[in-house]
């Protein structure tokens, strides 16, 4: 069973800091997603990883497959960037293509 | 941009009441699923769905849930007879192919069993 963790757990950054969050996870997967969660609760994707590295504005995404850890960097963060960061694995092949979830890590932008 | 839409965004139900949750899926994605998230926890998978049938479903699913693509167009979740431990939010999503391209989450409905 795979078991996905992500540390912090909790951010607090001030605006422009260079800001990480980590997840490491137990077994081998197909790929990591990395999610974005607001207030008031709705789930948006922000990268699908399966190898190196995808940049999208702020945000760079990085995997280490053989590590099995991931990365999520935001540059010069800012307060609308203030969300839950989420990353889920995946393991795809057959019939289901489940998310198994990590805790999440609660990140604070302070203008 | 394709959306996953969900309804209602908020459901009171009393406890052992059946309710529904509806999900439009986007129309060209082939994998259907229900996930929950209980205030403060995780999200957690309930069930995958495709070919119009269940492919996997966690232990969390049980006889009481089941869920339907009556028409080609909506998801429905079924819980038949609510308890309190059933509140949370439900998010429906959708995915094209089996490495997940254009997986995308509705915008979740939040159940309150009271």
């Known amino acids: 069973k795979n078991e996905v963790e992500q540390s912090p757990q909790n951010l607090t950054a001030q605006e422009g800091e260079f800001i990480t969050i980590n997840c490491s996870y137990s077994v081998g997967i197909s790929a990591l997603h990395w999610l974005q969660q607001h207030p008031g609760g709705g789930i948006v994707s922000l990268f699908m990883?399966?190898?190196g590295k995808k940049k999208h504005g702020r945000l760079i995404a990085t995997i280490n497959i053989q590590e099995k850890h991931s990365s999520l960097h935001i540059t010069a963060s800012h307060p609308r960037d203030s969300a839950v960061y989420i990353c889920?694995?995946?393991?795809?092949?057959?019939?289901?293509?489940?998310?198994?979830f990590g805790t999440g890590t609660l990140l604070a932008v302070q203008p | 941009e394709p959306e996953v839409t969900q309804t209602p965004s908020h459901q009171v139900t009393q406890m052992g009441q059946e309710v529904i949750l509806r999900c439009v899926p986007i129309?060209?994605?082939?994998?259907f699923y229900w996930y929950r998230q209980i205030l403060g926890q995780k999200v957690e998978f309930l069930v995958s769905f495709y070919n119009n049938e269940i492919s996997e479903k966690s232990e969390i699913f049980d006889d009481q849930f089941s869920v339907e693509r009556p028409d080609g167009s909506n998801f429905t979740l079924k819980i038949r007879s609510t308890k309190l431990e059933d509140s949370a939010m439900y998010f429906c999503?959708?995915?094209?192919?089996?490495?997940?391209?254009?997986?995308?989450f509705g915008s979740g409905t939040r159940l309150t069993v009271v």
């Open positions: 889920a694995s995946l393991n795809y092949g057959g019939a289901t293509n489940k998310l198994i």
């Open positions: 990883l399966s190898s």
């Open positions: 129309s060209n994605h082939l994998y």
């Open positions: 999503a959708s995915s094209l192919w089996t490495d997940n391209y254009g997986y995308t």
